[in-house]
């Protein structure tokens, strides 16, 4: 089992930036795709981003696409969402998952392990 520990979440004003990092416990890091899911209060867990083992090959959500870049640092077993022009709808616990595949995948259920998440909330 991979163990996932998100950091970077915080308290921001509509239209700033959160960068927001998850590190791996697993040296075959690489191995794995990643990805970026959120949940809101009352709401179910969304995919946000993924992104493919070697960072070559990038997904998102069309809520987050042009604002929200995902990246990842196979030497650190570090993958990263960077959030820019961020809004209220924004406001979620963010949770990064590791699939035990190379290819990318929106769908939760093609994720295997997940982090304990990290609260990111925007204020109007």
């Known amino acids: 089992q991979v163990q996932l520990v998100e950091s970077g979440g915080g308290l921001v004003q509509a239209g700033g930036s959160l960068r927001l990092s998850c590190v791996a416990s697993?040296?075959?890091?690489?191995?794995?795709?990643m990805g970026w899911f959120r949940q809101a209060p009352g709401k179910e867990r969304e995919f946000v981003a993924t992104?493919?083992?070697?960072?070559?090959?990038?997904y998102y959500a069309d809520s987050v696409k042009g604002r929200f870049t995902v990246s990842r640092d196979n030497a650190k077993n570090t993958v990263n969402l960077q959030m820019n022009s961020l809004k209220p709808e924004d406001t979620a616990v963010y949770y990064c998952?590791?699939?035990?595949?190379?290819?990318?995948?929106?769908?939760?259920?093609?994720?295997?392990?997940w982090g304990q998440g990290t609260q990111v909330t925007v204020s109007t």
């Open positions: 992104i493919s083992r070697s960072g070559g090959s990038r």
């Open positions: 697993e040296r075959t890091f690489s191995s794995y795709a």
């Open positions: 998952a590791a699939r035990r595949l190379s290819t990318m995948a929106s769908s939760r259920d093609e994720y295997n392990d």
